[in-house]
C-alpha cells in the first residue's frame, strides 16, 4: 500500500459514483435503479473510508457504520414500497407507471 | 503507479459495477452487484479498515442482496428484454458516463487540488487516543459509545421505524382497488 495514493482511492470511488448515476438515469427496471443508488452510497463510503485512513482519524469509519445501518433500513422499505407497486400496477419498469400522466 | 493488488481490485470493482448497469437480466445485475461489493470490501482491507471490510460483505453482499435477489424472483418481471433495444438511451447514458468520468478524471489526476500522499505505515491496533485510526473493531465500539452515543440511538431508532413501516406496508390491503 506504499504505492497506492488518496487520489487513486478518490478515483475508484468517483467512478463508482459516476457509474451509479449513470444507471439511475439511463435504466427503466425500479430494482436495476435501486441497486444502482446503493451503488452510489457504496461510493460516498470509500470516499470516507479513504479519508479516514489518510487522515488518521476514526471519524471517516464511524460515519460508513452509521450509513450502511441507514442503507439497510433504506433498502427494506424501498423494495416494501416496490412490491406495494407491483401489486397495485403490476410492473416495475418506470416507463410504464405513468398513471399520472394520463 | 498504484500497487497490484489496488489495480485488481479496482479493475473487479469497476467492471462488476459496468456488468450491473448494462445487464439486461436483473439477476445478472444483482450478481455484478455482489461482486462490486465484494470488491469495496477488499478495498476496504487495503485501507486498514478491517472491521468495515467485513461489515460490508456481511451486510450488504449477504442480507441485503439477498432481499433484492428475492424480491427479483418474487416479482419475475423480465419485461426490458422483450422490448426492442433502446439505442437512443444507450448513447445518452454513454455520453453522460463519459462526460461525468472525465470529470471525475480530471478532478482527482490533473486539477492538481489532491495531494498525492502515500498512507504511511499500519496503524497500531489500539491506540491510546480514541479518536485516532486504528485497525482494531474496538474503536468503533469506543468511538460509538462515546462521541457517536446520540446518532447511535437515533439509527437503532430508525431501524425501528423501518421495521414497523415494512410490516405495514406489505400488510395485505382490506379492500382491493377495482
Known sequence: MENTTLAHHLLLAGLLF???????????????????????????TLALVAFSRF???????????????????????????????????????????????? | MPDGLFIFFAALTLGAASLLVLSRNAVTSAMGMILTLVGVAADFFLLD?????????????GAVMVLFLFIIMLLSDSGESSTAYPWKQATLGLAIFFFLAAGVFWLFLWSGALPHTAAGATPPELSANPGEFTTSAKSFGRLL??????????????????????????????????
Open chain 1, 18 to 44: 459516476v457509474i451509479g448515476l449513470t444507471g439511475v438515469l439511463v435504466r427503466r427496471n425500479l430494482l436495476v435503479i435501486y441497486m444502482c443508488l446503493e451503488l452510489m452510497l457504496t461510493a460516498a
Open chain 1, 55 to 102: 487522515n488518521q482519524t476514526m471519524d471517516g469509519a464511524v460515519f460508513v457504520f452509521f450509513i450502511i445501518t441507514v442503507a439497510a433500513a433504506e433498502v427494506a422499505v424501498g423494495l416494501a414500497l416496490i412490491v406495494a407497486l407491483f401489486r397495485q400496477q403490476k410492473t416495475v419498469q418506470s416507463n410504464e407507471l405513468n398513471t399520472l400522466c394520463d
Open chain 2, 49 to 61: 479498515a478491517y472491521f468495515l471490510g467485513v461489515l460490508q460483505v456481511l451486510v450488504y453482499a
Open chain 2, 145 to 178: 459509545y462515546t462521541k457517536y452515543l446520540l446518532p447511535l440511538q437515533i439509527s437503532g431508532f430508525l431501524l425501528l421505524v423501518a421495521l414497523v413501516g415494512v410490516v405495514s406496508l406489505s400488510k395485505e390491503p382490506k379492500n382491493e382497488v377495482p
